[in-house]
T-cell receptor
Framework: AQKVTQAQTEISVVEKEDVTLDCVYETRDTTYYLFWYKQPPSGELVFLIRRNSFDEQNEISGRYSWNFQKSTSSFNFTITASQVVDSAVYFCALSEFPQGGSEKLVFGKGTKLTVNP | DVKVTQSSRYLVKRTGEKVFLECVQDMDHENMFWYRQDPGLGLRLIYF???????EKGDIPEGYSVSREKKERFSLILESASTNQTSMYLC?????????FGPGTRLTVL
């Protein structure tokens, strides 16, 4: 069965520090997608990235970067020079494709990031 | 702008009541999902639908049912609400490379 593990339950950093959120996944599929979502205190989940299992290139978007390594089944998320507005719960997710069914996501339990001024 | 809306942000109901949570998307998506989110447990899939009148059980369907009479609307029904169904409920729809989420309904069952 698919599984996503976010071992860090809570992380607290001081503004301008770099922080990495870990995500480890398990799947038997050869084709899958990995996601990161941000959930600020307002509650709405915000899509950050979707990565195809065949594309191991690292991705950078402003202060955000993602490191995908199939060899270790990891899809880690780094925030550079963190800001107070980055405070949120971050979820990693893995897609699965049940036989004959539609894609659905399996979520990790989330990492709560607090960035202190 | 892409939109998934949910009928209520906050809802308080009594044990045994029948509860309807409504979700509407305006993106003509075929796939829609209902999750519940609890502290320390992340998001868990309750039901999903890949077409009108089609539904599939997710990981925790017990105590819930769903209805999809129109493509844009996906309803979650608690036939007889219980206190262990107090939770945040999130609706989502899928299009292209992204799953879009609604703002969530925080349901309290007393």
């Amino acid at each position: 069965a698919q599984k996503v593990t976010q071992a860090q339950t809570e992380i607290s950093v001081v503004e301008k520090e770099d922080v990495t959120l870990d995500c480890v996944y398990e799947t038997r599929d050869t084709t899958y997608y990995l996601f990161w979502y941000k959930q600020p205190p307002s509650g709405e989940l915000v899509f950050l990235i979707r990565r195809n299992s065949f594309d191991e290139q690292n991705e950078i978007s402003g202060r955000y970067s993602w490191n995908f390594q199939k060899s270790t089944s990891s899809f880690n998320f780094t925030i550079t020079a963190s800001q107070v507005v980055d405070s949120a719960v971050y979820f990693c997710a893995l897609s699965e494709f049940p036989q004959g069914g539609s894609e659905k996501l399996v979520f990790g339990k989330g990492t709560k990031l607090t960035v202190n001024p | 702008d892409v939109k998934v809306t949910q009928s209520s942000r906050y809802l308080v109901k009594r044990t045994g009541e029948k509860v309807f949570l409504e979700c509407v998307q305006d993106m003509d998506h075929e796939n829609m999902f209902w999750y519940r989110q609890d502290p320390g447990l992340g998001l868990r899939l309750i039901y999903f639908s890949y077409d009108v009148k089609m539904k599939e059980k997710g990981d925790i369907p017990e105590g819930y049912s769903v209805s999809r009479e129109k493509k844009e609307r996906f309803s979650l029904i608690l036939e007889s609400a219980s206190t262990n169904q107090t939770s945040m409920y999130l609706c989502a729809s899928t299009g292209g490379n992204e799953q879009f989420f609604g703002p969530g309904t925080r349901l309290t069952v007393l």
